[in-house]
């Protein structure tokens, strides 16, 4: 009860950022980056199964009204599926929560697995037409692949390309037979405590982006060589550490330009700029137009 009563308290309304892959399947990205529990909605009915991973925090499904709540972790994962009813994706997201969703249709993913379908226990004879749910742990890989879906930063044409590759290589993964066979092309990302490592030095530098420390620094702090920094840094946000957080400051002030109480110079102070025509040049640079321009677009 006292759970329900602290939800209804401080809740917001939020929505999916949805990536069309192909017919029958499609990727749900959230990032909850307010202080307060977001409500995500998606319908979905019973011909799809649903793939939930939660890559940091935490968050709730509720199912018939909150009558039944089922919670994902961090680094877990949630695979659901009922083809005797629809199971509309009702979610309370906490603060700082971020999850990946592959929703993808019985019938395309029997075509997947047509060669081997007694390996994926759902798709027996004996089990296809019930419902079927199972929870496990995201490997080290996996969460590679996460993170590159959350830290997308290349241009938007190639992103329903880029996603439907990593859709199919986190596919892959969960059902990967051998969990030893993890990321070959960066051997120590296998271990956790790297992949550990280096999701702590993307929250130092997100937490100090107005004054980053320098990559020595950094890897000093999170007890890396300053070359695995580097090498697993780009594997697994698909960006050198800087490049991403140039991304991740003009994306804080673009927000903050959008919210309307802070002007130019306020908004380049945050986000580490001292002097007004830097920051100018750095939003231009990421977004081909001034702050200035921006505010005025974006309030038209």
Same mark, same amino acid.
């Given at each position: 009860m006292k759970i329900e009563n602290s939800i209804s308290k401080s809740v917001a309304q939020g929505s999916f950022e949805e990536t069309y892959l192909e017919e029958g399947f499609f990727i749900l990205s959230y990032k909850n980056d307010s202080n307060a529990i977001e409500?995500?909605?998606?319908?979905?009915?019973?011909?799809?199964?649903?793939f939930h991973f939660c890559a940091k925090g935490q968050a709730t499904f509720v199912?018939?009204?909150?009558?039944?709540?089922?919670?994902?972790? *961090?680094?877990?994962? $949630?695979?659901?599926?009922?083809? =005797?009813? !629809? #199971?509309?994706?009702?979610?309370?997201?906490q603060p700082g929560c971020m999850l990946i969703s592959l929703?993808?249709?019985?019938?395309?993913?029997?075509?997947?697995?047509?060669q081997d379908a007694s390996y994926v226990t759902f798709l027996s004879e004996d089990n296809r037409d019930k419902k079927y749910y199972k929870d496990g742990s995201i490997t080290p890989s996996m969460a590679v692949v996460l993170n590159q879906l959350l830290s997308f930063n290349l241009n938007n044409s190639i992103k329903p390309l880029y996603f439907k590759?990593?859709?199919?290589?986190?596919?892959?993964?969960?059902?990967?037979?051998?969990?030893?066979?993890?990321?070959?092309?960066?051997?120590?990302?296998?271990?956790e405590t790297n992949v550990a490592k280096l999701k702590q030095a993307k929250d130092i530098i997100i937490?100090?982006?107005? *004054?980053?420390?320098? $990559?020595?620094?950094?890897?000093? =702090?999170? !007890? #890396?060589?300053?070359?695995?920094?580097?090498?697993?840094?780009?594997?697994?946000?698909?960006?050198?550490?800087?490049?991403?957080?140039?991304?991740?400051?003009?994306e804080?002030?673009?927000?903050?330009?959008?919210?309307?109480?802070?002007?130019?110079?306020?908004?380049?102070?945050?986000?580490?700029?001292?002097?007004?025509?830097?920051?100018i040049a750095a939003f231009k640079k990421k977004y081909g137009t001034t702050p200035k321009k921006y505010i005025t677009e974006a309030n038209g």
């Open positions: 409500i995500a909605e998606r319908q979905i009915d019973s011909s799809y199964i649903q199912f018939n009204q909150g009558s039944y709540r089922l919670p994902i972790l *961090e680094d877990t994962s $949630l695979l659901l599926y009922n083809p =005797q009813r !629809d #199971l509309p994706i009702h979610l309370e997201v929703v993808i249709s019985l019938e395309k993913f029997h075509r997947l697995f047509s590759g990593k859709a199919y290589e986190l596919l892959s993964l969960f059902f990967n037979r051998s969990e030893d066979a993890n990321v070959e092309q960066c051997p120590f990302l296998v271990d937490a100090q982006m107005a *004054e980053p420390p320098t $990559l020595q620094e950094l890897a000093d =702090q999170i !007890d #890396l060589s300053l070359k695995k920094l580097k090498e697993g840094f780009k594997q697994i946000y698909g960006d050198t550490v800087y490049g991403f957080l140039f991304d991740y400051k003009m804080v002030a673009r927000k903050l330009l959008e919210s309307g109480n802070y002007n130019v110079n306020e908004v380049g102070l945050k986000v580490g700029y001292s002097t007004a025509s830097h920051f």
